[in-house]
């Protein structure tokens, strides 16, 4: 990760993050600014405008923004979830079209769950249809990240017997976009509800591949935010173990500080394995994306899952370390235990990581 890229984002989140959390929205034009300098989906390559950044980098910055802003970090993967589908999926004139717009500024989402359609995505009822040289998309999905900011989103739905992606103008006549009213995590990420009623699209909207089966489209997708989640959740775990840390450094208690009362350093030593644990599991995930490893979806899976798990644990203990002076909103271990929470939902919950793991611990067994 460039020294550059890094000290932009600082500079531009500084210490706004709580701020950002707590109105629920990040401004725009720091947003766009980010796009703008490749930032939001870093791994695009650079004859697309992308900094064309390998997983293992592109997760130490993920990490560096996840430490600061959860919400700025969710939009990151939604953008890099939406430029891999695109660059998986899309013709070379859909590549190089849309990708050249998500490393210029415009803001994009991508839309898989419904209300009857989360951990089940083959229970999804939303449809594409071709009509001629048109594309016609119904449905309605929910929790879509980004969608509040988006200029475009990258919708999943079933395509005759098989599955397709559409790239979806939002001020398309008959979309319709609704943020989720005080969401308990990640509060400025832009969720949104998007409503699809009859929406026409010129046909070169949808994205090649049109037909394949549901699962390999979402689980290409879904690898790449799992990663990308995984690194959000080592940098809340860094968050949390250096406010912690500086707390229990400087907080007497009892004649010494609470550092040397050993329950408490228990907490610290906990942390401090977690991110640790949550680290490399994170890099050996990316390094089989690097190189294309048949054991990539497992490793993406053990990164989430572990990362997930011990982010909420850690952030359960950070919130403990530093008692009524992070109990409040706004506070970064406060977040931490806020965000931390959906971290253990998203991109495949504790649930379906663990299903997933458990198939694959019986494909190797036999």
Not at 132 to 145: L, M, N, P, R
Not at 189 to 202: F, I, K, M, Q, T
């Amino acid at each position: 990760m460039s020294d550059e890229l890094r000290a932009l984002v600082t500079g531009l989140v500084g210490d706004r993050a709580d701020e950002w959390d707590r109105a629920g929205v990040i401004p725009a034009d720091l947003v766009r600014k980010l796009g703008r300098a490749g930032a939001l989906c870093p791994e695009v390559p650079v004859k697309f405008g992308g900094l064309g950044l390998s997983s293992l980098d592109n997760g130490e910055f993920t990490a560096h923004v996840g430490a600061l802003c959860s919400s700025l970090r969710s939009l990151m993967t939604s953008q890099g979830m939406a430029a891999w589908a695109i660059q998986r999926f899309g013709s070379a004139e859909q590549r190089a079209h849309y990708l050249a717009r998500l490393t210029s500024g415009e803001l994009v989402g991508i839309a898989f769950s419904e209300r009857g359609a989360g951990s089940d995505l083959a229970a999804m009822g939303t449809t594409i249809r071709a009509e001629g040289d048109e594309v016609v998309v119904d449905g309605a999905k929910i929790w879509v990240t980004g969608a509040g900011y988006a200029d475009m989103i990258v919708v999943i739905g079933r395509f005759g017997d098989g599955a397709a992606a559409v790239v979806v103008p939002v001020d398309a006549p008959g979309v319709k976009v609704s943020r989720v009213a005080n969401p308990m995590g990640c509060r400025a990420a832009g969720h949104s509800n998007v409503d699809l009623h009859e929406v026409r699209l010129p046909a070169g909207a949808l994205l090649r591949g049109a037909g394949q089966p549901l699962s390999m489209l979402v689980t290409s997708a879904l690898t790449y935010g799992r990663v990308s989640v995984a690194w959000g959740c080592v940098g809340i775990l860094r968050a949390c173990l250096g406010a912690a840390a500086r707390h229990a450094k400087a907080r007497q208690q009892f004649g010494k500080p609470l550092a040397e009362h050993q329950l408490v350093g228990r907490h610290l030593a906990e942390l401090l394995v977690a991110e640790q644990i949550a680290t490399r599991a994170c890099e050996h995930a990316s390094r089989c994306w690097d190189d294309n490893s048949p054991e990539m979806i497992t490793a993406a899976v053990v990164a989430k899952h572990v990362s997930a798990g011990n982010a909420a644990r850690g952030a359960s203990s950070a919130v403990q370390v530093l008692a009524s002076s992070g109990a409040h909103d706004g506070h970064v271990v406060a977040r931490a235990y806020r965000d931390a929470k959906l971290m253990e939902i998203i991109e495949g919950s504790n649930e379906i990581c663990q299903l997933v793991l458990a198939e694959h611990a019986l494909a190797v067994a036999s």
